[in-house]
């Protein structure tokens, strides 16, 4: 019944309009007749007539409200109204409609970026029961060894799968050229920790992770789509990786994502560990570079899981000896997957998403200020329609449907400009951004999206509605009254206020960060980037890793035939390459003989950087003292190692550091090394690391040759067009050894700033944004003032006032509200810095300078915003404004 | 309490229209006048709250609509109840003189 009514009611809603009103005036009508009839003269019946049934309009509004359907109707209505008013005024419309554009995209860019990231859970099922379990070295995060896994795996009661993986990198042959592929070497329980099977073929078993067994390997989805046709029967048949026959057991799903390491492309068993050597410390399996994942039993607790392991930690058992440096004295850190793999950004994520909050803030309180202004210049039109029974809800219902609708016209546009913006958060992503190929509008951001335009529909008119309903409609009706105007003015400069408080906030943060990298870029990292080439070359595990192995002999052919290359300077290789992000893998205990073995600063661990002799050449760190490394330190002669100049300073003084002997690593077994030179400090694990203790020591005279080592290449000129021919130098020597991470020094320097400048550059725009809008709406704000103001302003010129009077009148008007703006921004920004403390460098959340320079450009900017008002106002002819009076 | 009231009047008026209808088909006019007279004056329905009141009552079903010409020769849309109307007055007749009768003796004890 009601939809057949309502339907009538809108089909036919013209008919229906007409007949209601020729019901209501034929009433009135017949109402006048009687009242002739009775004798009243015609033309003061029509007027009884008139008043006593309330008006033809009132009456029929009445009516329709009662009507099935009405809200729609009244809804289309404002929708037709409200699209005509947004036409008549194309500049407003233009203005408010980008300015929500802006906001509402930047907010669904950083908002579709963010959300895989921290909030939507990981592709896996149950999710939260995976765990990330670390060891614990200096109170950060350390890789464990692989007989700490054997000990949990075995001695855990809380986990369904525990794993430990790393990564791996074969070379495979067998199509056009060997390719190197990225790829991880895994324990049987990685696939079940993630809760993922194979799709075609089986999981890796415990019987996998033999010793020297029968090698195994399983193809990602798209591996199997690129190398081998997405044939199936490539299951059960052998492929060659690193000269070894690994028979493929099975291919991955197609939508695994493997957010451990989401390039690895193909996982191999673990089967390079020999459990047997557990007494042998002296070996890679006592390395700590393992990662733990695992995955909780359903009925066990985080807290129970974290118990259960500190416990194992503690109580050391005979079966399980551990040599101090993976003593797990200090237990282990345990997290889950999604924070633990978040962890690096998360500050950085949130601080962005908290500056685009502010932006879409001012972009509203902006379009706010608009739509108050527009309703002061709409109160006749208000009145007009008051007057012709509308109710003060239906102006309301009216005003907020403009706003609405200027909002999803907002949203739609801002919606295109998310897609260009997202592009840029992705171009200009740090690569330690997990997760990064799940970013993208999807369907979450589109109801983010709707959502906020909704929200800010309703929060930019809901102001302007009830100050436009509230208004003394006789006032209105009265053409040029401008008695009113002075709420209007008082909520518009609040808002102005709020705007300046907030862009101040956005644009202190700014300067913070932007400090913070000059500060950081500041930082001499101990070496001469430029002109210097970069590449890891990692050796295939078969290799004999002792001093005079086979894999020593190649790293020393293949640096021959890299200095023969024209144009190469020198070049080096080094075990550790510094700012390259290399896991921490390279420290090591520190104890000198004159402590009579304690550790270097109190267990505080050197980097042991094993380097040909050519390194301090090729990376220009310099020489304070002593000789440098030569040829002639070889596994025969006397142990020569060099130290850092502050760690030297900080364990001699003045004392001479040179002849002093030092052991690298708590092995007895592991030779003294006597001090033959102290070199400059180099930041090794990043340029805001503090940690500079530093052993330098030639490959012949270590105690084993790491499988991967970096090549530093010195070039005379551009190094970057040496590439080919350096790679080409390096497979001369053995072409079955893989080139990785090929890089300029001058790249890898980049690249550790890389969050940071993200984090700056976001706020950097975002503090922009917030500037330019503050300044319109300071300029908005003055521009009705001066209009309002006309007849005051030509008053004052007629009794004499001097021109600069008026204009320095409307700029200390202007200048008033940015001062309280600024004063409230401060005490904002203090809060806003400690926020972000943990994105700075070098400097305090307090930094006078940056406050001082914000101060200073948001004066100029706000000076500019009340010129062109103030001038405009100073313009006033006297004669003319009054005569209009 | 304002609320309890609006409903009775409501519910006052709609039955007023229901029974100032049941002698045959009226314009909106002679519904106010009839009305007036049945109540002897009491009740003055103004068109703010008449004209509602039929066009709700039309869409409930309860009256049905024709335009014919008035007295004055004019084009007016007249009103009969529809067989939905006669049992709505039934009923609304009455509930309404339970109601009378429970006030009136609570008023003499």
């Known amino acids: 019944m009601w939809l057949k009514n309502a339907l009538r009611n809108w089909t036919k809603r013209r008919e229906v309009s007409a007949?209601?009103?020729?019901?209501?005036?034929?009433?009135?009508?017949?109402?006048?007749?009687?009242?002739?009839?009775?004798?009243?003269?015609?033309?003061?019946?029509?007027?009884?007539?008139?008043?006593?049934?309330?008006?033809?309009?009132?009456?029929?509004?009445q009516t329709r409200e009662v009507r099935a359907g009405h809200f729609l109707e009244t809804l289309w209505q404002d929708i037709r109204y409200g699209t005509r008013m947004l036409r008549k005024s194309p500049g407003f419309t233009a203005v408010a409609v980008l300015t929500l554009a802006l906001g509402i995209g930047a907010n669904t860019a950083i908002f579709s970026a963010v959300d895989p990231i921290l909030f939507e859970p990981l592709p896996y099922p149950h999710p939260e029961r995976i765990m990330m379990i670390w060891g614990i070295f200096q109170g950060a995060r350390s890789q464990v060894t692989f007989f700490n896994y054997r000990e949990l795996l075995k001695r855990n009661h809380s986990f369904d799968a525990l794993a430990i993986f790393e990564p791996w990198q074969p070379t495979m042959i067998g199509g056009a050229e060997p390719e190197r592929l990225e790829g991880q070497n895994v324990s049987y329980g990685y696939f079940r920790a993630l809760g993922v099977e194979p799709a075609v073929g089986r999981d890796f078993q415990p019987a996998d992770d033999t010793y020297q067994g029968a090698p195994v390997a399983i193809l990602s989805y798209g591996l199997w789509q690129r190398r081998f046709g997405a044939d199936r029967s490539i299951v059960g048949r052998q492929i060659t990786l690193d000269g070894s026959a690994y028979t493929v057991i099975g291919i991955m799903p197609r939508g695994f994502e493997n957010v451990l390491d989401p390039t690895a492309e193909i996982w191999s068993s673990e089967q390079q560990y020999n459990p047997a050597t557990i007494k042998d410390t002296n070996t890679g399996e006592w390395g700590n570079h393992l990662s733990i994942v695992a995955?909780?039993?359903?009925?066990?607790?985080?807290?129970?899981?974290?118990?259960?392991?500190?416990?194992?930690?503690?109580?050391?058992?005979?079966?399980?000896?551990?040599?101090?440096?993976?003593?797990?004295?200090?237990?282990?850190?345990?997290d889950s997957l999604q924070a633990d793999i978040t962890r690096g950004v998360k500050p950085a994520l949130i601080a962005v998403l908290g500056a685009v909050m502010l932006v879409l803030l001012i972009a509203c309180v902006n379009v706010t200020n608009l739509l108050l202004a527009r309703g002061a210049q709409r109160r006749g039109e208000f009145a007009m329609r008051a007057a012709l029974g509308a109710g003060r809800s239906r102006l309301i219902q009216q005003l907020l449907t403009e706003s609405l609708l200027l909002a999803l016209v907002g949203g739609a546009l801002g919606l295109l400009f998310a897609?260009?913006?997202?592009?840029?958060?992705?171009?200009?992503?740090?690569?330690?951004?997990p997760r990064i190929n799940a970013i993208g509008l999807d369907r979450n951001a589109f109801f983010f999206a709707l959502g906020i335009t909704t929200l800010i529909g309703l929060l930019v008119g809901l102001v302007p509605a009830l100050h436009a309903s509230h208004s003394d409609l006789q006032a209105g009706l009265k053409e040029g009254s401008r008695q009113t105007a002075g709420t209007?003015?008082?909520?518009?400069?609040?808002?102005?206020?709020?705007?300046?408080?907030?862009?101040?906030?956005?644009?202190?943060?700014?300067?913070?960060?932007?400090r913070s990298l000059t500060q950081l870029f500041s930082v001499n990292p101990g070496f001469d980037a430029s002109n210097v080439l970069t590449m890891q070359v990692q050796t295939s595990a078969q290799m004999n890793s002792s001093p005079t192995g086979n894999r020593e002999q190649f790293f020393k052919q293949a640096i021959e035939n890299v200095q023969r290359v024209p144009g190469v300077e020198s070049a080096a290789f080094t075990s550790f390459l510094p700012l390259a992000d290399d896991p921490l893998m390279g420290l090591y205990g520190g104890f000198f003989e004159k402590d009579n073995g304690a550790p270097v600063g109190g267990g505080y661990g050197v980097f042991r950087c094993l380097v040909t002799p050519d390194y301090f050449k090729a990376m220009r760190i310099p020489l304070r003292r002593g000789r440098l490394l030569q040829a002639t330190d070889v596994a025969t002669s006397p142990h020569a190692v060099l130290i850092n100049e502050s760690l030297a300073r900080r364990e001699f003084g003045n004392q001479n550091p040179l002849g002093q002997r030092i052991k690298i690593g708590g092995h007895p077994n592991w030779p003294w090394y006597t001090i033959v030179g102290v070199v400059g400090d180099v930041r090794q694990d990043s340029l805001a690391g503090t940690h500079l203790d530093t052993a330098y020591m030639t490959p012949e005279q270590s105690w084993f040759v790491d499988q991967a080592m970096s090549l530093v290449v010195r070039a005379h000129g551009n190094s970057?067009?040496?590439?080919?021919?350096?790679?080409?130098?390096?497979?001369?020597?053995?072409?079955?050894q893989a080139i990785v991470r090929t890089a300029t020094m001058d790249s890898l320097l980049a690249a550790t700033v890389a969050q940071r400048r993200f984090t700056l550059i976001l706020f950097e725009a975002f503090g922009i944004v917030a500037l330019a809008l503050a300044a319109i709406g300071i300029y908005g704000v003055l521009s009705g003032s001066v209009a309002e103001r006309t007849r005051e302003i030509g008053i004052r010129l007629a009794l004499g006032a001097p021109r600069a009077n008026i204009l320095s009148?409307?700029?200390?008007?202007?200048?008033?509200?940015?001062?309280?703006?600024?004063?409230?921004?401060?005490?904002?920004?203090?809060a806003a810095g400690r926020a972000i403390a943990s994105q700075l460098f070098g400097i305090t959340p307090l930094d006078a300078t940056t406050y001082a320079g914000v101060i200073v450009l948001l004066a100029i900017v706000s000076v500019g915003a009340c010129w062109l008002p103030a001038w405009r106002a100073s313009r006033v002819d006297p004669c003319v404004t009054l005569r209009a009076e | 309490m304002g609320n309890e009231q609006t409903e009775l009047l409501q519910g006052t008026l709609d039955m007023l229209i229901l029974k100032s209808?049941?002698?045959?088909?009226?314009?909106?006019?002679?519904?106010?006048?009839?009305?007036?007279?049945?109540?002897?004056?009491?009740?003055?329905?103004?068109?703010?709250?008449?004209?509602?009141?039929?066009?709700?009552?039309?869409?409930?079903?309860?009256?049905?609509?024709?335009?014919?010409?008035?007295?004055?020769?004019?084009?007016?849309?007249?009103?009969?109840?529809?067989?939905?109307?006669?049992r709505r007055l039934g009923a609304e007749t009455q509930r309404w003189s339970r109601i009378s009768l429970a006030i009136e003796r609570a008023l003499e004890a």
């Open chain 1, 19 to 61: 007949e209601l009103d020729e019901e209501v005036r034929g009433y009135v009508e017949m109402m006048a007749h009687e009242k002739i009839r009775a004798g009243v003269d015609a033309h003061r019946a029509r007027r009884e007539a008139n008043m006593e049934s309330g008006g033809v309009e009132q009456v029929k509004e």
């Open chain 1, 720 to 736: 970057s067009a040496l590439t080919s021919e350096i790679k080409n130098a390096i497979w001369a020597a053995d072409k079955n």
């Open chain 1, 419 to 433: 897609q260009m913006f997202v592009r840029g958060v992705i171009a200009l992503s740090p690569a330690n951004l």
């Open chain 1, 488 to 514: 209007h003015q008082f909520t518009r400069r609040a808002l102005v206020v709020a705007e300046v408080a907030l862009a101040l906030v956005l644009l202190v943060s700014a300067g913070l960060l932007l």
């Open chain 1, 295 to 334: 995955r909780l039993r359903p009925n066990a607790t985080f807290a129970q899981a974290k118990a259960d392991i500190e416990t194992i930690a503690r109580t050391p058992v005979p079966d399980f000896p551990r040599p101090r440096w993976a003593s797990l004295r200090l237990g282990f850190i345990v």
């Open chain 2, 21 to 86: 209808l049941a002698l045959g088909e009226m314009h909106g006019l002679g519904i106010s006048r009839r009305i007036e007279q049945i109540t002897r004056g009491t009740f003055l329905v103004k068109p703010g709250s008449l004209f509602p009141a039929l066009h709700r009552m039309e869409e409930q079903g309860w009256l049905k609509a024709s335009w014919g010409e008035s007295e004055n020769k004019r084009r007016a849309r007249y009103y009969q109840l529809t067989k939905a109307g006669r």
């Open chain 1, 809 to 830: 009148l409307i700029v200390r008007q202007g200048m008033l509200l940015t001062a309280v703006g600024a004063i409230i921004g401060i005490s904002g920004s203090f």
